[in-house]
């Protein structure tokens, strides 16, 4: 797909930021690992794996809803985990315990935030290329900011939020503002990110150059734009357009 980008002239790059830059699948089956070490001590090897893949593939589309405004962040993550316990608990997660959970969630998911090995190196190289790069999120600014710093990313300095011009991706205003604030004209600006609709097309449609990062190499068959398998082609598209 390298060829049909070389008309361009890469001026930045744009990347999402939970499962592209941070870690956050990872980080979300530790996290409900320790918190529930007690309540789901019962669960098999099996059964854990289960129960972290309900959470975190979001099968019921909460966050969605919270991207919608239908519901509020701490109340998409309930929900969430109130799902995945239904199928191993048979008390539900309802009321002080669903307070409690949300509790211990917050306080330890932070200290699970870790880049994905090839994060440091590609962003170490735009350096080197004195190619500017930032970030855009489907979630709020100072959330991600957070997560950013938690994972020793505080060099990812332009962040969009989508509190920042109250849309969330595939709107095509989130994308052009983390164009603006990298001082880049969009047609010349990549954007990286984990979901082939919501990151690559919905990039493509705002007149950026979206790319798919595909690390589990599922190649879906629908999907026509442009895909990588790791952070570090990155670098050889940049380099080959150069």
């Known amino acids: 797909m390298v060829s049909e980008l070389t008309a ?13 830059l941070v870690d956050l699948e990872t980080a979300m089956g530790r996290t409900l690992h320790h918190i529930g070490a007690e309540t789901l001590a019962h669960l098999t090897e099996a059964d854990w794996a289960e129960y972290k893949s309900l959470y975190t593939r979001d099968p019921h589309g909460y966050y969605d809803q919270f991207l919608a405004g239908e519901l509020s962040f701490t109340e998409q993550r309930i929900h969430r985990a109130r799902h995945a316990q239904a199928e191993f608990l048979s008390e539900p997660l309802e009321g002080a315990s669903a307070a409690r959970w949300n509790k211990a969630y917050e306080a330890t998911l932070p200290l699970h935030f870790e880049p994905y090995e090839d994060v440091v190196p590609v962003l170490d190289e735009l350096d080197r290329l004195g190619i500017p790069y930032g ?20 060099r990812v300095a332009a962040l969009v939020g989508i509190d920042a011009v109250g849309v969330a991706k595939p709107n095509a205003a989130i994308y052009l503002e983390g164009a603006r604030l990298l001082g880049t004209d969009p047609a010349n600006t990549l954007y990286v990110g984990d979901n082939p609709v919501v990151d690559a097309e919905g990039a493509d449609a705002a007149g950026l150059i979206g790319i798919w990062l595909d690390r589990r190499s599922r190649q879906d068959e629908g999907f026509s734009g442009h895909r990588i398998t790791s952070l570090t082609d990155v670098l050889r598209i940049v380099q080959e357009i150069r």
């Open 135 to 154: 970030a855009v999120s489907n979630n709020v600014h100072d959330y991600q900011r957070a997560k950013l710093d938690k994972a020793g990313l505080h």
């Open 8 to 20: 361009h002239s890469i001026q930045g790059v744009l990347f999402d930021i939970d499962d592209t």
